[in-house]
């Protein structure tokens, strides 16, 4: 009873403490936070912290959430404020991780769609990579003939999937952060998305993303984060088709033109009726 009654008498700051942050929580950061604020809050030693997480959730201070997980990541428990959102729920499911793809073209306003899918990537560790690779047109051809590979890790958060993109390292290039969530900028999300368009529901939303981007696009900033990017494919070549598309100025589009063109490339994968564009020497569905 005395741990109840210093709860209850603790309890008007727990919620100022919690409901001034949208945020959601680990079982981890519950005990962290138990550990800082046990003697401002006047709790008792005997209060763990699953006694503590178990009085938020029974007082309504926060809300349970068990995200189950397909293919090889485990299920999560979180702990939510009320008004926390599904992007904050997703970001607290990997550590530096931040919203990607079609999650950042919505929260960059260059969709009005608004999306059942989240897009969450993790980064991988860095690796040395080879950077003179010489491509072999027969070895892209028979690439971009196969399906685009997706993620197997989907959690599901009530109507919302979460899809778990385990990116290349790029120190989180072209990654801010505004309103509590990290997400890509403009620049970096028209990359990601070229190069993954089934992340952003195929090459058609893809093109509708670029339209509304072409006058707030740097072109010094992503060919700067391109360059740094590195890619083995010369997803320059897909970037251009899109923008000169899209009604972008030659100035601008000169910049990604004057890059070398050593082989025909590909908008997407498993294309079945499709065209091809000299300028870019690229392959894209007949009809965009």
């Known amino acids: 009873m005395a741990g109840k009654s210093r709860f209850i008498i603790a309890e008007s700051n ?11 929580y680990s079982e981890e950061e519950l005990k962290q936070i138990l550990n800082q604020k046990r003697m401002i809050w006047n709790l008792p030693i005997s209060m763990n912290h699953t006694k503590f997480i178990e009085k938020l959730v029974e ?32 970001l607290s499911l990997a550590s530096k991780s931040y919203l990607s793809h079609y999650t950042a073209a919505f929260l960059l306003g260059l969709t009005s769609q608004v999306p059942k899918t989240i897009y969450l990537t993790s980064e991988q560790s860095r690796k040395e990579r080879t950077t003179d690779i010489l491509l072999k047109q027969k070895d892209i051809d028979n690439a ?34 505004k309103g509590g969530l990290s997400y890509t900028n403009l620049e ?26 072409v006058d707030r696009i740097s072109m010094n900033k992503l060919s700067a984060i391109l360059k740094k990017l590195n890619y083995i494919y010369p997803y320059h070549q897909a970037i251009g088709f899109y923008l000169e598309r899209v009604g972008m100025d030659e100035k601008n589009l000169s910049k990604l033109e004057s890059i070398e063109k050593l082989n025909n490339f590909y908008l997407t994968y498993s294309m079945k009726d499709i065209e091809f564009n000299e300028r870019w020497k690229i392959f894209f569905p007949k009809g965009i």
């Open 14 to 24: 727990i919620k100022k403490y919690f409901f001034e942050q949208d945020k959601v």
């Open 59 to 90: 007082r309504e201070v926060l809300v349970k959430n068990t995200i189950n997980f397909s293919g090889y990541y485990p299920t999560k428990i979180r702990y939510a404020t009320n008004n926390s959102t599904v992007f904050h729920m997703a």
């Open 144 to 177: 971009f003939k196969k399906p685009q590979r997706k993620s197997g890790a989907i959690g599901i958060h009530k109507e919302y999937s979460i899809v778990l993109h385990n990116g290349m390292f790029s120190n989180k290039l072209g990654v801010f952060s």
């Open 188 to 213: 970096r999300t028209l990359i990601d998305i070229t190069v993954r368009p089934a992340y952003a529901g195929g090459v058609t939303r893809v093109l509708e993303i670029f339209e509304n981007s």
